[in-house]
T-cell receptor, first 113, second 113 residues
Framework: EAQVTQNPRYLITVTGKKLTVTCSQN?????MSWYRQDPGLGLRQIYY???????DKGDVPEGYKVSRKEKRNFPLILESPSPNQTSLYFC????????????FGPGTRLTVL | DAKTTQPPSMDCAEGRAANLPCNHS???????VYWYRQIHSQGPQYIIH???NNETNEMASLIITEDRKSSTLILPHATLRDTAVYYC??????????????FGPGTSLSVIP
C-alpha cells in the first residue's frame, strides 16, 4: 500500500530535550516536505526536499533541522524544543514535476512542556 | 506568491451539492489550483487540481473561471463523511527545482443531516 508513515504519532517532551520525528514514504517520490498545523493558522511549511541531499527552508524553519540522506526518509529534528513548537506535524511526499498530488502522513502531535 | 481566499465556514444539506468558492486573483498563468481536505486532524487528502479547464474525478468537480482568478469545488452529493476543512491552494513556482505550497485557513464544511 502506497503510504507516508510518521513516528511517533504522539509525543510529550520537555523544553530542550532533542527529538526526532521520522517520516518515510514507499512511493519512490523525489519531493518530501514537513508542515506544522496550529489553530487558526492553517498548514505552514517548515522544510522541503526536492531530492536526496537537497533541502530548503519553507515558511517557518526556525528551530528545526532536516536531512535527506535516503530518498524514502525525511526526518524532522528539533535540537532544543521549546513550548512554541507544540503543534501537529505532517510529512508529505509527491512525485517531482509540474503538477501532482501530495500524499500526507497521519500526523504527529507534539507537546513541549 | 499567489494566495487564496476562502470563506471560513459553510453548511450543506446531506445529499445536496456543496459548492466551495476560492479566490486567487494574483495567480500566475502557469500556476495550478489544488484542492485538499482534512478530516478532523487527519493528514490532508488530495481531491483535485487544474490549470485552466474544468476538471472532474470520482470525488469532485473543479470549475475555474476564464480569467483564472477564482474557482469552485463542487461535491455533487455531499455526505456526512464530507464534513471537513477544505483547502484551496496554488502551487507556487514552476521550476522543477522549486516547489512550495501555501495552505491558508481553509473552509470548514459541515454537512447537515
Amino acid at each position: 500500500e502506497a503510504q507516508v508513515t510518521q513516528n511517533p504519532r504522539y509525543l510529550i517532551t520537555v523544553t530542550g530535550k532533542k527529538l526526532t520525528v521520522t517520516c518515510s514514504q514507499n512511493m519512490n517520490h523525489e519531493y518530501m516536505s514537513w508542515y506544522r498545523q496550529d489553530p487558526g493558522l492553517g498548514l505552514r511549511q517548515i522544510y522541503y526536499s526536492m531530492n536526496v541531499e537537497v533541502t530548503d527552508k519553507g515558511d517557518v524553519p526556525e528551530g528545526y533541522k532536516v536531512s535527506r540522506k535516503e530518498k524514502r526518509n525525511f526526518p524532522l529534528i528539533l535540537e532544543s524544543p521549546s513550548p512554541n513548537q507544540t503543534s501537529l506535524y505532517f510529512c508529505a511526499s509527491k512525485r517531482q514535476g509540474v503538477s501532482g498530488e501530495q500524499f500526507f502522513g497521519p500526523g504527529t502531535r507534539l507537546t513541549v512542556l | 506568491d499567489a494566495k487564496t481566499t476562502q470563506p471560513p465556514s459553510m453548511d450543506c444539506a446531506e445529499g445536496r451539492a456543496a459548492n466551495l468558492p476560492c479566490n486567487h486573483s494574483t495567480i500566475s498563468g502557469n500556476e495550478y489550483v489544488y484542492w485538499y481536505r482534512q478530516i478532523h486532524s487527519q493528514g490532508p487528502q488530495y481531491i483535485i487540481h487544474g490549470l485552466k479547464n474544468n476538471e472532474t474525478n470520482e470525488m469532485a468537480s473543479l470549475i475555474i473561471t476564464e480569467d483564472r482568478k477564482s474557482s469552485t469545488l463542487i461535491l455533487p452529493h455531499a455526505t456526512l463523511r464530507d464534513t471537513a476543512v477544505y483547502y484551496c491552494i496554488v502551487r507556487v513556482g514552476v521550476k522543477t527545482s522549486y516547489d512550495k505550497v501555501i495552505f491558508g485557513p481553509g473552509t470548514s464544511l459541515s454537512v447537515i443531516p
